[in-house]
């Protein structure tokens, strides 16, 4: 009798957990099973399960067996989640965004404050799939590629992304530097402020082992010092208010501001920072098993996010129309460069209670440290994932800082002779970032597409379009930038040969990335037919 009653409830049971299964989505199958402890010592992870932050549901009442529910929102859990998003924000306000920003406004005005707005939202959807990948999957953008894609392509991607971020770090490191300069009143020379910014990136990296919110709360103090000081500079000069409006609200674009235009959307999506935005969001522990608390988590992102940006948004904001009130139409406009500005606002607006050069240098400290610190962090979690390295933690922030700082010296000893070599080395430097954007969005787009990677959380065929769109108008925008740039530059029958077998193999490469994910044609298609089943119905 005993034995009849448990074969009946063993198949209760098993009618129950066929019907749950039936009912629950599938989650992605990354994330299928925990890491075996053998898996854990050969793979890179973003964050150590001790490191992570542990989000609780003491306020919501619910129980946590509820696993496809999202909690209400809770403002204590939002201030959890506040940190990726700011880290992320530090690539808007990086040395060279600032130089676009006032190469903007000395040259164009406020015409462009539209563009920087809209830039700045393209740059939300974007990040805000670099986090829906990490998030929904357990595992960021390198880590993906590494087993998306065949060994040449996945050699190929982590040699574009390195190169990117190398590019990036020079200009955060040489910002860092003219900072360095300044606030020393010239006593140290640019090489020196260099040396100073390697070796303190380390200091601000020691950080890390005092858990992760203590490391965003520098980052924040950083932040909150640019704002202060732009936002200082910002009330000194008194833009005009009503231009200010009018350029926001009112798209304006003419023929001699197109480069600064390009300018401005280029620096928005800078590739190294797709790839570490989804390890960013890892720094919480979300288990991609359970889909409410995923929701939750990237409910959570979003919001951070949009406050970060806005934030970030508000001080290219500042800087611009600095820059725009001071010098548009003035001989100066042409000249401006991170190296002069300030000695061009000090001769403009003069001292003050606060000199002004001084209030400008400490903002441009503060957003070459701190972006200099997420670009050494990019740079561990490009490498851990594409090569798959499991190595100590110092070690990687060597390797990583290495890559980026001996070119750097070799920079600041070459460059140091004028300002317009400067200059010119940061416009090789933007075209070089430029270049690297496709082979960091396509990769992104593809993978956060597709059902068996990213399960219940794969985007809809309007925001996949969406997103697709907006791919295309950066990656032909930093196409035009390149075109220009070449155009000018390139001289002579070798080098205009090499450019242009150059070209062929990038411009194949991208295209094999395309239809490797296969997703944008499909979902393009799908729409149209789907219009046309409709039209037929009516």
Not at 146 to 159: T, V
Not at 351 to 364: A, D, E, N, R, S
Not at 388 to 416: D, Q, Y
Request: aromatic share 10%; charged share 15%.
């Amino acid at each position: 009798m005993d034995s009849q009653s448990r074969e009946d409830q063993d198949s209760k049971d098993d009618d129950k957990n066929e019907e749950s299964n039936r009912l629950l989505p599938s989650p992605p199958p990354h994330s299928l099973t925990s890491p075996s402890p053998d898996s854990q010592l050969s793979d890179e992870v973003a964050f150590e399960a001790r490191e992570k932050i542990v989000i609780t549901d003491e306020e919501s009442g619910l129980d946590m067996e509820d696993f496809d529910i999202v909690p209400p929102f809770s403002w204590k859990k939002l201030w959890l989640f506040m940190g990726p998003g700011f880290l992320m924000s530090i690539a808007f306000l990086d040395p060279g965004n600032l130089e676009g920003d006032l190469q903007a406004g000395a040259i164009a005005g406020y015409s462009l404050l539209w563009l920087l707005m809209w830039a700045t939202i393209m740059g939300f959807l974007i990040q805000m799939l670099s986090a829906r990948v990490g998030v929904a999957t357990g595992r960021h953008l390198a880590e993906l590629c590494r087993e998306e894609y065949p060994n040449w392509a996945r050699f190929s991607l982590w040699l574009m992304a390195e190169v990117a971020l190398i590019g990036a770090d020079i200009q955060e490191v040489i910002g860092s530097a003219i900072a360095i300069q300044i606030l020393s009143n010239g006593v140290l020379p640019l090489w020196a402020g260099v040396v100073i910014t390697a070796s303190d990136c380390f200091v601000f990296l020691l950080l890390e082992n005092y858990g992760v919110r203590r490391l965003e709360a520098v980052f924040a103090f950083l932040i909150a010092t640019m704002a202060l000081s732009f936002a200082w500079m910002f009330g000194d000069t008194k833009p005009s208010g009503k231009e200010l409006l009018l350029g926001l609200l009112i798209p304006r674009l003419s023929s001699k501001t197109i480069r600064q235009a390009v300018g401005v959307v280029g620096c928005v999506i800078m590739p190294h920072n797709v790839f570490l935005h989804s390890a960013l969001v890892q720094s919480r522990k979300i288990d991609p098993q359970k889909k409410g608390r995923v929701q939750e988590a990237l409910n959570y992102y979003s919001i951070e996010s949009a406050l970060a940006l806005f934030v970030s948004f508000m001080i290219n904001l500042f800087l611009t129309t600095v820059f725009a009130k001071g010098f548009h139409g003035t001989k100066q406009a042409n000249n401006i460069g991170l190296v002069n500005a300030g000695q061009y606002l000090e001769e403009k607006y003069g001292g003050g209670v606060f000199p002004i050069l001084y209030i400008w240098g400490i903002g441009l400290l503060a957003a070459g440290q701190s972006s200099t610190i997420t670009g050494t962090y990019a740079g561990q979690f490009i490498m851990g994932g594409f090569l798959n390295l499991r190595l100590k933690k110092w070690l990687r922030a060597l390797v990583t800082r290495s890559f980026a700082i001996l070119p750097t010296m070799v920079v600041a000893l070459v460059f140091n002779r004028s300002e317009s070599s400067l200059d010119v080395l940061n416009e090789w430097l933007n075209v070089l970032q430029s270049m690297q954007i496709p082979f960091a969005l396509i990769p992104l787009l593809t993978l956060v597409s597709k059902e068996h990677i990213m399960g219940a959380f794969r985007i809809g065929p309007l925001l996949e379009r969406m997103a697709w769109t907006v791919a295309f108008l950066v990656i032909v925008i930093n196409g035009y930038l390149m075109i220009d740039f070449f155009a000018s530059e390139v001289n002579g029958l070798l080098f205009g040969f090499l450019v242009c077998a150059g070209t062929v193999a990038y411009i194949a490469f991208i295209i094999y990335l395309v239809s490797h994910g296969g997703t944008l044609t499909s979902t393009w298609l799908g729409l149209e037919l789907s219009k046309r089943v409709a039209n037929t119905g009516n």
